[in-house]
């Protein structure tokens, strides 16, 4: 079984930056074998991709809105992932939720269970 525990998230203004945090833990979860992803969920909304990270960080994908302002990066040492948000706007307000996600298809989460997530909240 995997844990995954997200943290980082708070109230920002617009145009402001947060950094996310996602640790990954898991009797039998060999992280650095994973790519892995951040989702984020607004309400009323589905959750939807924001971006993906491969095993070793060599290649990165991310949702077309947030190209250029949010950088996903990890620490395989650490088990962590994480998502650096900058250029913050209102609709960036959501929920947000890291997961493995597949490699042929980095938008796909990997695993059923989520955790319980951070939540971001952009001022206009």
């Known amino acids: 079984q995997v844990q995954l525990v997200e943290s980082g998230g708070g109230l920002v203004q617009a145009g402001g930056s947060l950094r996310l945090s996602c640790a990954a833990s898991?009797?039998?979860?060999?992280?650095?074998?994973?790519?892995m992803g951040w989702f984020r969920q607004a309400p009323g909304k589905e959750r939807d991709f924001v971006a993906a990270?491969?095993?070793?960080?060599?290649?990165?994908d991310y949702r077309d809105s947030v190209k250029g302002r949010f950088t996903i990066s990890r620490d395989n040492a650490k088990n962590m992932v994480y998502l650096q948000m900058n250029s913050l706007k209102p609709e960036d307000t959501a929920v947000y939720y890291c997961?493995?996600?597949?490699?042929?298809?980095?938008?796909?989460?990997?695993?059923?269970?989520w955790g319980q997530g951070t939540q971001v909240t952009v001022s206009s």
């Open positions: 997961n493995a996600v597949n490699s042929d298809s980095t938008s796909t989460p990997r695993f059923d269970s």
């Open positions: 898991g009797r039998i979860f060999n992280f650095n074998t994973y790519f």
């Open positions: 990270i491969s095993w070793h960080g060599s290649t990165t």
